[in-house]
């Protein structure tokens, strides 16, 4: 793999824009603030980077999210100019309250994730609801990152519920401002995992006509960059801007400069026109750690030229913008280098807990004494899924993994964002973190197409001053006949797979305590 730049979206951030001072009435730190800037979605992929990106550049920032316990672990969350607070889009009074005293508010919400085939009426509807809510809350501004896309009839209803939900805040009367972005170049992000996984699985690749479609992609820095730089620019309040990188190309020449940042071989890519958008969903399902849901709806705006029109916000906002190959390279760098800051697997709801309450519910209970310190044994437990795998029998896992991902399940291409280090509401393979406490537990719930619910759940509890008791417990609650088949078909793999975890992460907790500096 090429080496890395060294900047992606942190490193050198303030020195690669020209902002001018911030204008008091955003709501800055220093002088007399109007109030703080509102930021909806800042547990997801933009929201999560552009928040600490408007404390260096001395905003004060209100998180309206829907699960505070998502950001519990970021390294921002602790700064005294940041305040979260746990918001419904759904109750507009709730909302107006959540956002009265703020100046500007970030509106970064998509729920393509989470709501299925309704996500254009859904969106729609949220932001109706923060229409409403920020007129009652005396809300002056409004930014908003929408998708580009030439305007007319032939709009995916992907990029067409882009637009809808421009048309939604505006009709609140507030201005309104809209970045319209294509392709999102950064590491985590849905197009940059699309495309390094194809290209990294596919030395020949069968693919749709959309491969030739022009688009202009551009890299997360230099969005995050013009997303802050809006709130220092008077001139672009109530404007909709064209954003995007230097370079116009197809996707197929994406293709091939992230092969080559890889360094793998020329890649051979075959268009043919009968793969249609749905068809091509599911080869993204199958080849890349993306649902169908998720794809679906982006295949189908891959048919639409996604070219800037205008170029004014680069003379509002200057910045080095990064080139494709240097946003791809860039990308690599952090994850090679473990510093993915938000992925696209972080977005969605967390449910509750499955009511484990009536009805039969399976359990399996395995524990184990272990010579180390809880916090020893808690790294060991939480380095479970992605590449570290699962401490014993991965090839069953990878099997269950390939069934899952045919039957429209994540399987376990979605890894994890960090190796090592791991927080609420993350994915990790086809599990997703309910709970977790330093040095304590760690809940994993199942996310994998299952007739029933699953619950994984690691607890460590101090047995003397040098050694603890882990306990490990999975639970299933079946769903109907075919929950019960489920369950008693697996049980003779469950001494493989859940023996050997707990015996994995004793030895590993011991490994890890015996390194030099280790207490």
Wanted: hydrophobic share 40%.
């Amino acid at each position: 793999m090429a080496a890395s730049s060294g900047t992606e979206d942190r490193q050198g951030y303030l020195g690669a824009m020209t902002v001018p001072p911030a204008n008091t009435d955003s709501g800055t730190r220093d002088g007399t603030p109007a109030g703080p800037v509102a930021v909806t979605g800042a547990t997801g992929y933009i929201g999560g980077r552009l928040v600490p990106r408007l404390l260096e550049s001395c905003f004060q920032v209100r998180c309206l999210v829907r699960t505070p316990a998502k950001l519990q672990d970021r390294p921002w969350i602790r700064d005294p100019a940041v305040d979260v607070r746990p918001t419904d889009l759904e109750d507009v009074e709730g909302l107006a309250t959540e956002l009265a005293g703020c100046h500007t508010a970030f509106y970064l919400v998509h729920s393509m994730v989470s709501a299925g085939a309704a996500y254009a009426d859904h969106d729609r509807q949220l932001a109706l609801n923060f229409a409403a809510a920020a007129v009652r809350a005396g809300l002056r501004r409004i930014i908003y990152l929408g998708g580009l896309g030439e305007t007319g009839p032939g709009l995916s209803t992907h990029l067409a519920s882009r637009r809808e939900v421009e048309r939604a805040l505006a009709s609140s009367g507030i201005p309104v401002t809209v970045l319209r972005a294509a392709m999102i170049i950064g590491s985590g992000s849905a197009s940059f995992e699309i495309l390094r996984y194809l290209v990294e699985r596919l030395p020949v690749m069968i693919t749709p006509r959309w491969v030739s479609t022009r688009c202009q992609p551009i890299a997360v820095r230099n969005v995050i960059g013009y997303l802050v730089g809006c709130l220092a620019v008077p001139e672009t309040e109530g404007g909709v801007f064209d954003i995007g990188g230097p370079d116009v190309m197809c996707y197929r020449d994406i293709m091939q400069i992230m092969a080559q940042e890889l360094g793998l071989r020329h890649r051979w890519i075959i268009p043919v026109p009968v793969l249609t958008p749905k068809l091509s969903s599911y080869w993204i399902h199958l080849v890349t750690p993306l649902g169908h849901d998720i794809a679906k709806p982006l295949a189908e705006g891959l048919r639409n030229p996604v070219v800037c029109r205008e170029t004014r916000i680069t003379t509002l906002i200057p910045q080095t913008l990064l080139t494709v190959r240097e946003s791809i390279r860039a990308a690599l760098g952090q994850v090679a280098d473990r510093q993915v800051e938000t992925s696209w697997s972080m977005a969605g709801p967390i449910p509750g807990d499955p009511d484990w309450a009536g009805g039969k519910v399976f359990r399996d209970i395995r524990s184990a004494t272990i010579p180390a310190p809880a916090g020893v044994v808690f790294r060991a437990v939480c380095r479970v899924g992605g590449g570290h795998g699962w401490y014993t029998a991965d090839w069953l896992w990878k099997i269950r993994g390939a069934i899952d991902r045919l039957f429209g399940g994540p399987g376990l291409r979605r890894g994890r964002r960090d190796p090592e280090s791991i927080a609420f509401g993350e994915a990790l393979d086809f599990w997703r973190v309910t709970g977790i406490e330093r040095d304590g537990l760690l809940s994993l719930r199942a996310e994998m197409k299952l007739p029933g619910e699953a619950l994984l759940e690691f607890r460590i509890e101090p047995a003397g001053l040098s050694s603890c008791l882990l306990t490990q417990t999975a639970l299933f609650k079946p769903r109907g006949l075919l929950g019960l088949a489920y369950w008693y078909s697996v049980v003779p793999l469950h001494h493989v797979v859940f023996s050997g975890m707990l015996k994995g992460i004793r030895r590993e907790a011991i490994a890890l305590a015996a390194e030099p500096g280790t207490t």
